[in-house]
């Protein structure tokens, strides 16, 4: 069966700084999709950036980027020029062949002004 | 991307009671989701709301505490049956969309008392 493993279930950052979340999962699949969704306080769960497994180029969606290593299973996410408005929980979530989403269990990101 | 609604958006209910949760998305789709998050924790999936059929459920979650409809490709409801305190939690709709992601509404917080 598929896990995803979040390892850091809170992290700080500084404003303006840069942060890097971790992410790692195992499957025997060799074509799904990766994940990161934030839920601020509000709760509103709110896809951040996808990943689709047999593309090698990392994706990037303005200040977030991911380090996406296949073969290692890792699938990390990096903020850059962190802002007041990123503290959330982070959810890593993969989606496989059979279209059911699995999430780890979140990192908290606070933001230090 | 979609547009979807639930309510209500919280509400506080008696023991063995019954709350039915609706979803609604401006847009017709294929796969509807409900998805349970207790307090402080990640997101675990109810079930696969199947339009016209009996929807599937996921290990631990059974019809007659959870039953769902799914009249139509734009419509479910998710219903809690003979509530329990340990069945406060927030209540998550999401649909999938072709490119992969899940989209989400902003969910449904269940506080039993």
């Known amino acids: 069966a598929q896990t995803v493993t979040q390892s850091q279930p809170e992290m700080s950052v500084q404003e303006a700084e840069t942060v890097t979340l971790s992410c790692t999962y195992d499957t025997s699949e060799s074509d799904y999709y990766l994940f990161w969704y934030k839920q601020p306080p509000s709760r509103q769960m709110i896809l951040v950036i996808r990943?689709?497994?047999?593309?090698?180029q990392n994706a990037t969606e303005n200040r977030f980027s991911v380090n996406f290593q296949k073969a290692a299973k890792s699938f990390s996410l990096k903020i850059s020029d962190s802002q007041l408005g990123d503290a959330a929980m982070y959810f890593c979530?993969?989606?496989?062949?059979?279209?059911?989403?699995?999430f780890g269990k979140g990192t908290r990101l606070h933001i230090l002004p | 991307s979609a547009v979807i609604s639930q309510k209500p958006s919280r509400d506080i209910c008696q023991r063995g009671t019954s709350l039915t949760i609706q979803c609604q998305v401006d847009s017709q789709v294929t796969m509807m989701f409900w998805y349970r998050q207790q307090p402080g924790q990640s997101l675990t999936l109810i079930a696969t709301?199947?339009?016209?059929?009996?929807?599937?459920?996921e290990s631990g979650f059974v019809i007659d505490k959870f039953p769902i409809s799914r009249p139509n490709l734009t419509f479910s409801t998710l219903t809690v049956s003979n509530m329990s305190p340990e069945d406060s939690s927030i209540y998550l709709c999401?649909?999938?969309?072709?490119?992969?992601?899940?989209?989400f509404g902003e969910g449904s917080r269940l506080t039993v008392l």
């Open positions: 999401s649909v999938g969309w072709p490119t992969g992601e899940l989209f």
């Open positions: 709301a199947n339009q016209g059929s009996e929807a599937t459920y």
């Open positions: 990943q689709e497994a047999y593309k090698q």
């Open positions: 979530a993969y989606r496989s062949k059979n279209d059911k989403i699995i």
